[in-house]
């Protein structure tokens, strides 16, 4: 159960439990819905962006434990950062869960607790599914669907 | 099988369904001797596609070894064999379905491949603006997609029966929705998604009432009970080889030879015609008009020797030691707290569909695997059932007569662990 308890770490349990800023945001001026067809995950990020600075970001929605805790931990990983230092968190993550090597220089933190998603290839677009509904908000499209 | 015969099944005593000997069984399917992740396969995952016996395999093997050549063209010895070998599985395949004639078995890829066929040769054909066509609320998309399209295309109306809350169909309902309308009804026999087994029969013949031709989803039929066509009645049924012990890309759609001699082709092509000009295409008969290219000779052999094969095993028997999984299967997750089990009909086929409060189905699934465990999660190709059952998704075990009581027990026991990992 080596890989299986890398997977379910107890913080990416207690995200899914426990999914922090998780609700619609009033003042977001960006948002994208994301959408899983081959397993209904399905969720919405909600940007606040101020000069160019993710002032507030939140998600709502429904999908498994390692989407949910992805969106969870992507919210207060982003919040305060540039939209420049967001998108490359994105890249880094995707680098990441796809089992790349990753940069010294990388500053994924406490994400990399994701590392394991590499070990179950199928559950890639689950811990991704954030990110890219994340990314296309701040692109300004609306609806991105990972398949 | 009727309703009556599963009710009989369900009333034999443990001591009747003892002589299956599932060991020996077993031993047949050389998939199942691995392990995955360490652990003895458990492959409950037999209604999305089932396994296959060494002597599929090795039907398969001959073919290709000694006999392969293309169909109904050469005159020389490799490509007659072929041609008898494949002729040799439709005639199995008619007798597998008491079809009246081989001719009225058409090989297809598989039950989307058949529907589609309907849908293109029939429904283009006679369906037109303001008709109605009626399917049901436990369609798999290969069930709704196609009338949808025709729909789209016509103007033409889709009706849907609904269902209950154990995932039965409402026959007032369907009685309501028959009308001088109707020019379609296509209906799946056993659901993908619930189990639920449908009062086929009866439906058919209502629908005749209304001189309506009636398609049967056989895909999740055909691989668990016997089928007669013509006690049926019904115009066209359809089923894929690769759920039923054969391999992919083999199936059938019959229809009754009147029906199918009115219908526009399908696909054009080599093997479809009798003569070509520039000018006009005369079509070839029945069941060459609607095989169109080269086919999956080897795949649709497979399929015979699957016939074959099923045949030998005793195939009430096969359903008596499923229908036995199935109580057993319902019985041990119905007593593991925050389990749900989704369709919950009164005639069921083993299949068994359950969402775990809290814990989403691709969770399970994966937590399974690891375990060596086979089922499937998702949305089963039947997201209006996941809606009417407000559900995103859920973990769907299926039986096949090769599972084990022992298996149900190793499913039980990783499902309660799942539930642990996420308390």
């Given at each position: 159960?080596?890989?299986?308890?890398?997977?379910?770490?107890?913080?990416?349990?207690?995200?899914?439990?426990?999914p922090?800023?998780?609700?619609?945001?009033?003042?977001?001026?960006?948002?994208?819905?994301?959408?899983?067809?081959?397993?209904?995950?399905?969720?919405?990020?909600?940007?606040?962006?101020?000069?160019?600075?993710?002032?507030?970001?939140?998600?709502?929605?429904?999908?498994c434990?390692?989407?949910?805790?992805?969106?969870?931990?992507?919210?207060?990983?982003?919040?305060g950062?540039?939209?420049?230092?967001?998108?490359?968190?994105?890249?880094?993550?995707?680098?990441?869960?796809?089992?790349?090597?990753?940069?010294?220089?990388?500053?994924?933190?406490?994400?990399?607790?994701?590392?394991?998603?590499?070990d179950?290839?199928?559950?890639?677009?689950c811990a991704?599914?954030?990110?890219?509904?994340?990314?296309?908000?701040?692109?300004?499209?609306?609806?991105?669907s990972?398949? | 099988?009727s309703?009556?015969?599963?009710?009989?099944?369900?009333?034999?005593?443990?001591?009747?369904?003892?002589?299956w000997?599932?060991?020996?069984?077993?031993?047949?399917?050389?998939?199942?001797r691995?392990?995955?992740?360490?652990?003895?396969?458990?492959?409950?995952?037999?209604?999305?596609?089932?396994?296959?016996?060494?002597?599929?395999?090795?039907?398969?093997?001959?073919?290709?070894?000694?006999e392969?050549?293309?169909?109904?063209?050469?005159?020389?010895?490799?490509?007659?064999?072929?041609?008898?070998?494949?002729?040799?599985?439709?005639?199995?395949?008619?007798?597998?379905?008491?079809?009246?004639?081989?001719?009225?078995?058409?090989?297809?890829?598989?039950?989307t491949?058949?529907?589609?066929?309907?849908?293109?040769?029939?429904?283009?054909?006679?369906?037109?603006?303001?008709?109605?066509?009626?399917?049901?609320?436990?369609e798999?998309?290969?069930?709704?997609?196609p009338?949808?399209?025709?729909?789209?295309?016509?103007?033409?109306?889709?009706?849907?029966?609904?269902?209950?809350?154990?995932?039965?169909?409402?026959?007032?309902?369907?009685?309501?929705?028959?009308?001088?309308?109707t020019?379609?009804v296509?209906?799946?026999?056993?659901?993908?998604?619930?189990?639920?087994?449908?009062?086929?029969?009866e439906?058919?013949e209502?629908?005749?009432?209304?001189?309506?031709?009636?398609?049967?989803?056989?895909?999740?039929?055909?691989?668990?009970?016997?089928i007669?066509?013509?006690?049926?009645d019904?115009?066209?049924?359809?089923?894929?080889?690769?759920?039923?012990?054969?391999?992919?890309?083999?199936?059938?759609?019959?229809?009754?030879?009147?029906?199918l001699?009115?219908?526009?082709?399908?696909?054009?092509?080599?093997?479809?015609?009798?003569?070509?000009?520039?000018?006009?295409?005369?079509?070839?008969?029945?069941?060459?008009?609607?095989?169109?290219?080269?086919?999956?000779?080897?795949?649709?052999?497979?399929?015979?020797?699957?016939?074959?094969?099923?045949?030998?095993?005793?195939?009430?028997?096969?359903?008596?030691?499923?229908?036995?999984?199935?109580?057993?299967?319902?019985?041990?997750?119905?007593?593991?707290?925050?389990v749900?089990?989704?369709?919950?009909?009164?005639?069921?086929?083993?299949?068994l569909?359950?969402?775990?409060?809290?814990?989403?189905?691709?969770?399970?699934?994966?937590?399974?695997?690891?375990?060596?465990?086979?089922?499937?999660?998702?949305?089963?190709?039947?997201?209006?059932?996941?809606?009417?059952?407000?559900?995103?998704a859920?973990?769907?075990?299926?039986?096949?007569?090769?599972?084990?009581?022992?298996?149900?027990?190793?499913?039980?026991?990783?499902?309660?662990?799942v539930?642990?990992?996420?308390?």
């Open positions: 159960m080596s890989e299986l308890s890398e997977l379910y770490q107890q913080v990416i349990l207690d995200h899914n439990k426990k922090r800023n998780f609700h619609k945001l009033e003042s977001a001026n960006f948002s994208a819905e994301g959408y899983n067809p081959l397993c209904g995950d399905h969720l919405n990020v909600y940007l606040q962006l101020e000069n160019d600075a993710v002032k507030d970001i939140s998600f709502e929605g429904s999908g434990a390692i989407s949910k805790a992805a969106a969870s931990m992507m919210t207060q990983a982003v919040k950062k540039t939209k420049q230092e967001a998108e490359r968190l994105f890249r880094e993550f995707h680098r990441m869960v796809i089992g790349e090597e990753l940069e010294s220089s990388s500053e994924l933190g406490n994400l990399r607790i994701f590392e394991g998603v590499r179950f290839p199928v559950r890639v677009k991704t599914l954030p990110w890219h509904t994340m990314h296309a908000a701040l692109n300004k499209e609306r609806i991105v990972t398949e | 099988m309703a009556a015969e599963i009710t009989s099944i369900k009333n034999l005593t443990p001591d009747s369904v003892a002589d000997n599932v060991e020996r069984i077993r031993a047949d399917f050389p998939v199942l691995q392990t995955v992740n360490g652990k003895p396969l458990v492959y409950l995952d037999n209604a999305a596609s089932s396994q296959v016996p060494q002597v599929v395999i090795d039907r398969g093997s001959i073919y290709l070894e000694h392969h050549s293309n169909i109904h063209r050469g005159v020389h010895y490799l490509s007659m064999k072929a041609t008898t070998a494949y002729e040799d599985a439709r005639e199995k395949v008619r007798r597998f379905i008491n079809a009246r004639e081989a001719r009225e078995c058409i090989f297809v890829r598989g039950t491949e058949g529907i589609n066929l309907v849908m293109h040769g029939c429904g283009r054909k006679f369906i037109g603006k303001g008709d109605e066509i009626i399917i049901s609320a436990m798999h998309h290969a069930n709704i997609v009338w949808q399209m025709l729909c789209e295309e016509k103007g033409a109306r889709l009706r849907v029966i609904p269902i209950n809350d154990s995932g039965e169909l409402l026959l007032d309902e369907y009685d309501a929705q028959l009308n001088e309308r020019k379609i296509a209906v799946t026999h056993v659901s993908n998604a619930l189990g639920t087994i449908n009062p086929i029969k439906m058919i209502r629908a005749h009432k209304y001189g309506v031709p009636v398609l049967i989803d056989g895909a999740q039929s055909a691989p668990h009970m016997p007669d066509v013509q006690d049926l019904c115009d066209f049924y359809t089923f894929s080889g690769h759920k039923m012990f054969a391999p992919t890309g083999s199936g059938v759609v019959y229809g009754k030879a009147k029906l001699e009115e219908m526009n082709p399908f696909q054009g092509g080599g093997d479809m015609i009798k003569s070509v000009t520039f000018e006009k295409t005369i079509y070839a008969d029945l069941p060459n008009r609607f095989e169109a290219g080269t086919p999956a000779i080897a795949s649709q052999i497979g399929l015979g020797a699957a016939i074959d094969y099923l045949n030998s095993i005793g195939r009430k028997q096969a359903a008596i030691h499923e229908q036995e999984l199935l109580r057993y299967a319902t019985e041990r997750l119905s007593t593991i707290e925050g749900r089990i989704i369709g919950t009909a009164r005639e069921k086929a083993s299949v569909s359950f969402v775990i409060e809290n814990i989403h189905p691709h969770d399970i699934g994966t937590i399974l695997d690891q375990e060596g465990i086979a089922v499937r999660a998702g949305h089963h190709c039947a997201q209006p059932v996941m809606r009417r059952f407000n559900v995103a859920t973990a769907r075990a299926s039986f096949a007569f090769y599972n084990t009581k022992a298996e149900v027990d190793v499913l039980a026991r990783t499902i309660e662990n539930i642990d990992i996420f308390s």
